[in-house]
């Protein structure tokens, strides 16, 4: 097998990462669907739920060490005489055995992935919560309307966010290509990022900090439907 060759499916893997996130993504939004519904059957369709996205994060999982195996291992073989890339395959299978045999499940409940479907779970659960919903009420309607506005707004892009992501340090959201970008940008400067939200204490805020807001984001869709109904 050619380098390009072993490139070119390494691309494809992935492209598949990308359709197993989406994956994920609707998982969860069905699993707030039936937190939201409260019936006698929620529970157990939840545990399917997060029964399927806890497979969806291992196969995540295995593709990410499978890439990086293949990545070493063709690194070593190129050095050396091209016949030698006759033998890659054998030592990507041996490595990669030996790799997932390393790995617990356990480990799995810590893919943001799956961190973010039980914090959505649980935030739909509690807001569901009868005196949660009383303590609503009684807000004003013109200020919870505009605050919720507010919080569909980035602090970088000052535009409505289009995938939201929350800081676990400070709970403050932003549109993660924006949060990203800067993280990297500050990377590059060698210089910590603080959050952009004023006011924030947060001095030093990584990429592994965050996590997908989907309730938010849920929020953002919802007001969009409504806006087009109008």
């Known amino acids: 097998m050619s380098l390009s060759a072993v490139h070119a499916s390494i691309s494809s893997l992935r492209d598949c990462q990308t359709d197993i996130k989406t994956g994920m993504d609707i998982v969860t939004d069905v699993a707030i669907d039936l937190a939201e519904a409260q019936d006698g059957e929620a529970n157990s369709g939840i545990k399917e739920m997060e029964a399927m996205i806890l497979e969806y994060a291992k196969l995540d999982r295995e593709i990410n060490h499978f890439t990086d195996v293949v990545q070493q291992v063709t690194a070593e073989l190129s050095i050396q005489p091209s016949e030698a890339m006759s033998g890659l395959s054998a030592m990507v299978k041996e490595r990669f055995s030996e790799r997932i045999a390393g790995l617990s499940d356990a480990e799995l409940q810590n893919h943001q992935k799956v961190v973010a479907f039980k914090d959505s779970i649980m935030n739909t659960l509690n807001q569901a919560n009868p005196e949660s919903a009383e303590n609503m009420e009684e807000l ?66 990584r990429e592994a900090d965050l996590v997908p807001d989907l309730i938010l984001r849920r929020k953002i869709q919802s007001q969009k439907r409504q806006s087009n109904k109008t």
């Open 140 to 205: 004003d309607e013109d200020i919870a309307v505009t605050q919720s506005q507010v919080n569909f707004t980035c602090p970088l892009t000052q535009v409505e966010m289009l995938n939201p992501v929350k800081n676990k340090k400070c709970n403050h959201n932003y549109d993660k290509e924006a949060i990203v970008g800067l993280i990297k940008t500050r990377q590059n400067q060698k210089k910590k990022c603080c959050c952009p939200v004023v006011g924030c204490g947060n001095t030093d805020v």
